[in-house]
């Protein structure tokens, strides 16, 4: 087992999807522990936040805020 710090295919902060994650206590990367912005690279644009192909289904979007 690896000490991760998360996912290995996280795209650059400039073309990431700006959707805020929900942590989720059953993964054990550390950084799945808390809320944090998707690590997806964003293709296209809802509601005026840049999101990747999952979040641009979601019924909802909560954008991440950074704080």
């Known amino acids: 087992m690896t000490n991760h710090k998360g ?5 650059p902060d400039d073309q990431r999807c700006e959707a805020l994650v929900k942590g989720h206590l ?6 799945m522990r808390f809320d944090h912005r ?3 690279r964003a293709n296209q644009m809802r509601e005026g ?6 979040h641009a289904k ?7 805020s950074g704080g």
């Open 7 to 11: 996912p290995e295919s996280i795209a």
């Open 49 to 54: 936040i840049a999101v990747c192909h999952l």
């Open 26 to 31: 059953n993964y054990n990367f550390q950084w």
């Open 38 to 40: 998707c690590p997806k």
């Open 58 to 64: 979601a019924k909802f979007i909560l954008p991440y």
